[in-house]
């Protein structure tokens, strides 16, 4: 009933701003007024990867709940795992307003927040505070008028080490200045050093080894991502993560909204961000874990992003056109996937069209 209702209250969201909207939705989140998963999950959907297991391969992508406010809301809706952030070490509005436009005829969003956070403590205070239930990873990000990126991305790992399922790095946000200029190999390789090097003495002290994923952006030239790849596999990095919004406009009219700056999420990234997934699963064999982001909003374009190499898949623009009824329409999908299939569990359609989708042009 309450999922019901849910779904025909966002027509009312939609009438509102989309950060009104958002801050809503993250407070009825907050009061506990949310649809409750109906079922369990599937057993062939469950994923163990790293130390951790997820029981399916939803994730909520980075985003959505930037300061830990609403984890296991998440969680208990349906999601197999969430990731809260980005988060900045220090407080930081982001850019001003306006600075997020739905698209809704092309079911996509354009942003420009910038990293908007409330800081490290208000979020390691929270993840603190939960009980440590369900796959939980943390975005961390550096601020924008910062002299030294890298310490804050080191500063990220240290302050929500022992809180974090798993650390995201995100260097592919197009909204923070210069911040992408960090997936260029030769500063990569700086600031993985440094990561890794911070990760290694935790461990040496006896802490559990928490995973390190990249997230790259799908704006990366084609010729300058073997380079990219091997430079994440010579650190030994746990997962890459496929990808962020990107700055190009793709099938869009050119139209005053169409063009406003910012990262283009949503249904017209799905074509690029899956090519561009099926390359980098290529290029690392199928070695390192991939999480696949960007135009899911059905369960035949999450079967995609698997078929093409995800081994697990967030979501976030889809959710928000889609409602959470979306979360049981792609298990569904994706359990009748592996029946089609005649598989025994969801990892074993991971990249099985890694080769097609990897021929695709990433500009179609």
């Known amino acids: 009933m309450l999922r019901t209702t849910l779904e025909l209250a966002r027509p009312l969201l939609f009438a509102l701003d989309p950060e009104t909207a958002h801050e809503l939705t993250l407070r009825t989140l907050e009061a506990g007024l949310y649809p409750r998963a109906e079922k369990p999950d599937d057993p062939r959907l469950a994923i163990k990867l790293w130390d951790l297991e997820f029981p399916n391969p939803i994730g909520i992508a980075a985003g959505f709940d930037k300061d830990a406010r609403a984890p296991d809301a998440l969680l208990r809706i349906g999601f197999g795992f969430a990731e809260i952030g980005t988060v900045t070490p220090r407080p930081q509005p982001g850019n001003p307003r306006p600075r997020v436009f739905r ?5 996509a969003i354009i942003n ?11 979020a390691l205070r929270r993840l603190q505070r939960r009980p440590r239930l369900g796959v939980v990873g943390v975005n961390i990000g550096a601020n924008k008028e ?6 804050d991305y080191v500063l990220g790992l240290e302050t929500f080490y022992d809180v974090a399922s798993y650390l995201t790095v995100n260097i592919s946000s197009p909204n923070t200045p210069g ?3 960090l997936q260029a190999p030769a500063a990569l390789d700086e600031l993985l050093k440094r990561l890794m090097e911070a990760r290694e003495r935790h461990i040496s002290a006896g802490a ?18 073997p380079a990219i790849v091997e430079r994440l596999l010579a650190h030994n990095v746990d997962g890459i993560a496929v990808s962020n919004t990107t700055l190009s406009r793709p099938g869009l ?3 005053t909204l169409t063009q406003e700056r910012g990262g283009l999420s949503g249904r017209p990234l799905f074509n690029r961000s899956t090519a561009m997934l099926a390359r980098v699963y290529r290029l690392t064999g199928g070695r390192v874990p991939l999480i ?13 992003k698997i078929e093409a190499g995800a081994t697990l898949i967030q979501l976030y623009t889809g959710l928000v056109y ?3 009824g979306l979360i049981d329409r792609i298990k569904d999908g994706l359990v009748a996937a592996i029946e089609r299939a005649n598989l025994s569990s969801i990892s074993d359609l991971v990249g099985t069209k890694a080769e097609d989708w990897a021929r695709r042009p990433l500009d179609y």
């Open 103 to 107: 698209l809704i005829g092309h079911r």
């Open 112 to 122: 420009r927040l910038g990293f908007n956070s409330a800081g490290h403590g208000p």
């Open 146 to 151: 910062t002299t030294d990126r890298t310490a």
């Open 179 to 181: 911040l992408r200029d």
């Open 208 to 225: 559990r080894r928490v995973p390190i994923v990249v997230k790259l952006a799908p704006d990366i030239a084609e010729d300058d991502l």
């Open 253 to 255: 009219p050119m139209t």
């Open 292 to 304: 696949g982001i960007g135009g899911i909003d059905s369960a035949e374009t999450a079967v995609a």
């Open 322 to 324: 889609e409602g959470p």
